[in-house]
């Protein structure tokens, strides 16, 4: 058999039914009409932001990255609970715009915005993070020609990555952001250009767990912050110190220490260096906010044993889960999270594997865990489904289409 990932805090069962946002995730199979299913639980993003914001010193604010989950009822959510987004691309922008989030509380990054992009966001009054210097100088031109004042800020290529990170994001040759030793030229260049300059961004990873990794990074951001704005001798008015914070997925992942984050970082803002003492600080996050407060639902409809072996088949799949499958950004496949949802209290009794309806060995949901027997029609759940599922996925692969979602 093999072990299943840690299934997140705050799930509990209704008559032996796994619960979301108060209900037997049966109710919502119902109210859907359909499955596969996405639930987001409210309360679940709520308590996460609430604890986040106990743990970190009030000086730092707190973004989303929209691309974690851009489900337009979530961002609505979002909305109440954050002071900004980050979004990556015109598609983004199109969402945020319509979730009527205040522009000036946006800023984008990502490499190779086209000209539309950055004529949209700098009509907008988006903040854009720049991610090269001939993205600066497409951004200016189209400043002058638009006759609008771009907001710009310098995204920087640093020259450290976040130690233990399942995405390391700096650190060498990356194609993101400027990297470290051009960025004061450049800072000189906009500022004396008229541009309402912003300040940086540096992402160094995400997806890591270590707190003491992570409380690394972000003093040697601020270091490189302090020391990239002494060189330029222009203020910086704000500072993004990325993000990285990550979840647990797999077997023996631990969630991060937040306290020991949120302590480190206290510190620092209390010894900050002369060239940011008037700076504002956030960061951004996208899967610690949201990843673990959905569950992906799928319906068991065959059940069959081959050469030994117990395949529950479902209506789901990588289509709309591609990461659970192992397919998107990991080496060695390992089991997310996952349960017999209709049968959530009930003990382990048999091996057994949970595959997608697709037509390819790589569809598969949950493999050799331990689960207890079920059959066609029960619900199965697959855990921290809340960031790069729906958005993340094949959907159209096979024609299958996308799941429902729902905010609970
Ligand atoms: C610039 C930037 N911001 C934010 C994120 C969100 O990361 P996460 O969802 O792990 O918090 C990413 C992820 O790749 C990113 O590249």
Known sequence: ????????????????????????????????????????SIAHV???????????????????????????????????????????????????????????????????????????????GVTLNLESEGEAARALAIGERT?????????????????????KMGGGAKP?????????????????????WRGFHIFAGSQALDAEAIAETQAQALDLAARLTGESGVPLPHCNLGGGLGIPYFPGDKPVDLALVGERLAERFEHLPDALRDTAFCIELGRYLV?????????????????????????????????????????????????????????AEEEASIVGCLCTPLDKLADK?????ADVGDLVAVFCAGAYGAS?????????????EMLV
């Open 1 to 40: 058999m093999k072990p299943l990932g840690p299934v997140p805090a705050g799930y509990d069962a209704i008559d032996g039914v796994l619960a979301v946002g108060g209900r037997p995730v049966t109710y919502w199979a119902e109210q859907a009409g359909s499955t596969p299913l996405f639930l987001y």
């Open 147 to 167: 006759g609008v004042i771009p907001r710009l800020a310098i995204r920087i290529n640093p020259d450290f990555d976040l130690k233990g990170s399942g995405m």
């Open 291 to 347: 990843g673990e407060a959905g569950v992906y639902l799928a319906r068991i409809v065959d059940r069959k044993v081959s050469h030994g072996e117990v395949f529950l088949i479902t209506d789901g799949g990588l289509h709309h889960q591609l990461a659970a499958s192992g397919n998107f950004g990991t080496v060695v496949r390992r089991n997310y999270p996952s349960a017999i949802a209709t049968r959530f209290d009930a003990p």
């Open 46 to 124: 709520r308590k996460r932001v609430a604890d986040l914001r106990a743990a970190m010193p009030e000086r730092l604010a707190l973004h989303y990255a929209v691309k974690a989950n851009p489900y337009p009822p979530l961002l609505s959510l979002m909305t109440q609970l954050v002071d900004g987004f980050d979004i990556a691309s015109g598609g983004e922008l199109e969402i945020v715009r319509q979730a009527g989030i205040a522009p000036n509380t946006v800023s984008f990054a990502g490499p190779g915005k086209r000209d539309a992009e950055l004529e949209a966001a700098i009509r907008a």
């Open 369 to 373: 865990g331990g689960f207890p027997r």
């Open 176 to 196: 993101f952001g400027i990297d470290a030793d051009r960025v004061p030229a450049l800072v000189r260049q906009l500022a004396g250009s008229g541009v309402e």
């Open 392 to 404: 993340a996925s094949p959907a159209s692969f096979l024609g299958q289409g996308p799941a429902v």
